[in-house]
T-cell receptor, first 111, second 110 residues
């Protein structure tokens, strides 16, 4: 069974903190993605990675960085969390097909 | 870049048929995907159209017209459990979807 897991379902952080969101997939997929989802705005792509140590900026990369040291793991880093980064963060993965498999999401609150 | 437009909300009665439209403006468009997301859940893949025409998967069908930059998701024999948000997404020539519409919230009423 396909599985994408995210390290936390809920997270509360303070402004200025460095935040790490972890995503792991067990399907040996090449491609992994980080989105944020906000009411009325849908899913917006932050970064994606098509191979280990490779990354591409999405539509809204400002304030974020990513790390992909191993094929199965893709981390999203908020260098200095701000209140406007309060959101639902969704990780996804896919092989070279059209189906993306999403994790359960991390709801982040920045105070 | 790519932009996709879909209605924000649709309401339909149990047992009926509903169509959710999606229009897109894209560069490097390769195909159109549809995802379903229940409240509090993760998006799940429903269907994909790389070619013009209708793709049928059980009660769900999806249509694409490249010449009109338009597609739709058709849900038949609506059930209460179909109440969810539905997203269209544009697939790039890499195969995977990078841009999603803002989603259509479907409410199925008794």
């Amino acid at each position: 069974d396909v599985k994408v897991t995210q390290s936390s379902r809920y997270l509360v952080k303070r402004t200025g903190e460095k935040v790490f969101l972890e995503c792991v997939q067990d399907m040996d997929h090449e491609n992994m993605f980080w989105y944020r989802q906000d009411p009325g705005l849908g899913l917006r792509l932050i970064y994606f990675s098509y191979d280990v140590k490779m990354k591409e900026k999405g539509d809204i990369p400002e304030g974020y960085s990513v790390s992909r040291e191993k094929k199965e793991r893709f981390s999203l880093i908020l260098e200095s969390a701000s209140t406007n980064q309060t959101s639902m963060y969704l990780c996804a993965s896919t092989d070279r097909g059209e189906t993306q498999y999403f994790g359960p999401g991390t709801r982040l609150l920045v105070l | 870049g790519q932009s996709l437009e879909q209605p924000s909300e649709v309401t339909a009665v149990e047992g009926a048929i509903v169509q959710i439209n999606c229009t897109y403006q894209t560069s490097g468009f390769y195909g159109l995907s549809w995802y379903q997301q229940h409240d509090g859940g993760a998006p799940t893949f429903l269907s994909y159209n790389a070619l013009d025409g209708l793709e049928e998967t059980g009660r769900f069908s999806s249509f694409l017209s490249r010449s009109d930059s338009y597609g739709y998701l058709l849900l038949q024999e609506l059930q209460m459990k179909d109440s969810a948000s539905y997203f269209c997404a544009a697939n790039s020539n890499s195969g995977y979807a990078l841009n999603f519409g803002k989603g259509t919230s479907l409410l199925v009423t008794p």
